[in-house]
């Protein structure tokens, strides 16, 4: 583990006590699972954490990235059992480009007036056919509330530079999903990894949408 100086932040007690924790717990345990194939080699691990909120950068992470890790990727990632999210990952800087999926509800929600065509949950497999919508839900914790049609897909190819997270989907309660008998069990096996993209809009890509198959 790193233990030098604490690096300064906004005063945001939750960032505090985050980082209260990072530097006095000892690694527990790490996110073990392999990078994919198809990006393992357009990225660099910056730092991993587990589901105790240790973090362990690299040496590779600057000033700037440390804050924008703790405060903006893990902070909003990160979730506790029930509530979604991951529950482990890593921090990944993209060298080269890649893409990343997004299946969506193509009609706007009536309360926005926006669909959710971007946001902050990816992954780097593109949906293949065959594969049902109630299948997609399992592998990736997708309720109906967060995603209800599934109906459309978009590819975004980000340039290197960005920060992205990478880790197994933590499970999703049928409270959280507001629908009765609606629940997902969380990606114990590691088989179906999510990417989080905190802040979508600052990143600089390339997008191009389709129909869902």
């Given at each position: 583990?790193?233990?030098?100086?604490?690096?300064?932040?906004?005063a945001?007690?939750?960032?505090i006590?985050?980082?209260?924790?990072?530097?006095?717990?000892?690694?527990?345990?790490r996110?073990?699972?392999?990078?994919?194939?198809e990006?393992?080699?357009?990225?660099?691990?910056?730092?991993?954490?587990?589901?105790?909120?240790?973090?362990?950068?690299?040496?590779?992470?600057?000033?700037?990235?440390?804050?924008?890790?703790?405060?903006?990727?893990?902070?909003?990632?990160?979730?506790?059992?029930?509530?979604?999210?991951?529950?482990?990952?890593?921090?990944?800087?993209?060298?080269?480009?890649?893409?990343?999926?997004?299946?969506?509800?193509?009609?706007?929600?009536?309360?926005?007036?926006?669909?959710?065509?971007?946001?902050?949950?990816?992954?780097?497999?593109?949906?293949?056919?065959?594969?049902?919508?109630?299948?997609?839900?399992?592998?990736?914790?997708?309720?109906?509330?967060?995603?209800?049609?599934?109906?459309?897909?978009?590819?975004?190819?980000?340039?290197?530079?960005?920060?992205?997270?990478?880790?197994?989907?933590?499970?999703?309660t049928?409270?959280?999903?507001?629908?009765?008998?609606?629940?997902?069990?969380?990606?114990?096996?590691?088989?179906?990894?999510?990417?989080?993209?905190?802040?979508?809009y600052?990143?600089?890509?390339?997008?191009?949408?389709?129909?869902?198959?």
């Amino acid at each position: 583990m790193n233990r030098k100086a604490p690096f300064l932040f906004p005063a945001n007690t939750t960032i505090i006590a985050t980082l209260a924790l990072i530097l006095v717990l000892p690694v527990l345990s790490r996110a073990d699972f392999p990078l994919p194939d198809e990006i393992v080699d357009n990225v660099e691990i910056i730092a991993t954490f587990d589901s105790k909120q240790v973090v362990t950068p690299t040496e590779k992470a600057g000033y700037a990235e440390q804050q924008h890790i703790y405060a903006n990727l893990i902070g909003n990632a990160l979730k506790t059992e029930g509530k979604g999210g991951v529950y482990e990952g890593k921090v990944l800087k993209v060298k080269k480009t890649f893409p990343i999926f997004r299946v969506y509800t193509k009609r706007e929600n009536p309360q926005t007036g926006r669909n959710n065509r971007l946001g902050g949950w990816w992954t780097h497999v593109p949906p293949a056919k065959g594969i049902s919508k109630s299948d997609y839900r399992r592998r990736y914790e997708i309720c109906e509330s967060f995603n209800h049609d599934l109906d459309r897909v978009v590819q975004c190819r980000i340039y290197p530079g960005a920060l992205l997270l990478i880790g197994p989907g933590q499970s999703v309660t049928e409270d959280l999903c507001a629908k009765p008998g609606e629940s997902y069990a969380s990606d114990t096996k590691k088989e179906n990894l999510q990417i989080f993209v905190f802040d979508m809009y600052n990143h600089s890509f390339q997008i191009r949408d389709a129909l869902a198959p």
